[in-house]
């Protein structure tokens, strides 16, 4: 498991949470493998509780399965979560890209290009955590801009089935175009049209549905069978 540094106003309860949810999110903890709270704990060098909190939380999400007298297990991946996961999103941000393209300024729009240079740099060099990481930052931009933050914590209650999948996406998917999603995105919204920018979100967030048989041929023992 990878460790996180743990933020100074962060409780232990919250770093451990955001530690789990993201070694999941990433495949550091692979689906279907079983999860110790004594071993997280040593880890974290945190005490069995906070972990023990953070793991009932995932499960809220169905991220995880507890087990009773067994444990606790990283769930397969569930299409139907997946996608209700994906309409809570797609409903949500295409309203927000929405009002981020009307009230967006310039240092907002020259931001979102910085963080796609950055995505282009990664690219070329295949470091998928990095593009995973700023593609992350990207959509959260558009919350922020349009100040609907409340949502987006909503929305990544949700997200993590859609973010594994995701994550899946850019290590087995061969030609990867989400880079030049943003990209148009970010066009749209320097030329002050909320229509086009949220027909090309809508149809960034769909991609997935088209990759899903790639995704479960290179990960077939992900999935149920």
């Known amino acids: 498991m990878k460790v ?3 933020y100074s106003n962060e409780s232990s309860r919250e770093y451990a949470y955001r530690t789990i949810r993201e ?8 689906p279907g493998s079983m999860i110790s709270e004594q071993d997280i704990a040593q880890e974290l060098n945190v005490s069995r509780t906070p972990v023990h909190e953070a793991l009932l939380e995932l499960s809220r999400s169905k991220i995880v399965d507890i087990l009773p007298q ?5 769930s397969r991946i ?5 996608e209700e996961a994906v309409f809570v999103r797609r409903t949500i941000e295409c309203a927000v890209i929405e ?10 729009l020259a931001e979102m290009r910085d963080n796609i240079r950055l995505q282009d740099f990664y690219l070329a060099s295949k470091t998928i955590e990095k593009i995973m990481e700023l593609d992350n930052k990207f959509h959260e931009a558009l919350y922020r801009i349009s100040n609907k933050m409340q949502c987006y914590y909503m929305v990544q209650l949700m997200n993590v089935h859609f973010d594994r999948l995701r994550s899946m996406s850019l290590y087995s998917v061969k030609e990867i175009k989400i880079v030049d999603d943003h990209r148009a995105i970010v066009k749209a919204m320097t030329d002050k049209d909320p229509a086009l920018a949220k027909q090309i979100l809508e149809k960034h967030l769909s991609r997935l549905h088209v990759d899903v048989e790639d995704i479960k041929a290179h990960y077939p023992e992900y999935f149920p069978e």
């Open 78 to 82: 569930n299409l139907e979560l997946v």
């Open 4 to 6: 996180l540094q743990k």
């Open 99 to 108: 009002e981020a393209c009307r009230i967006a300024t310039e240092q907002d």
């Open 23 to 30: 070694n999941i999110v990433e495949l550091e903890i692979k």
């Open 70 to 74: 067994r444990g606790c297990s990283v």
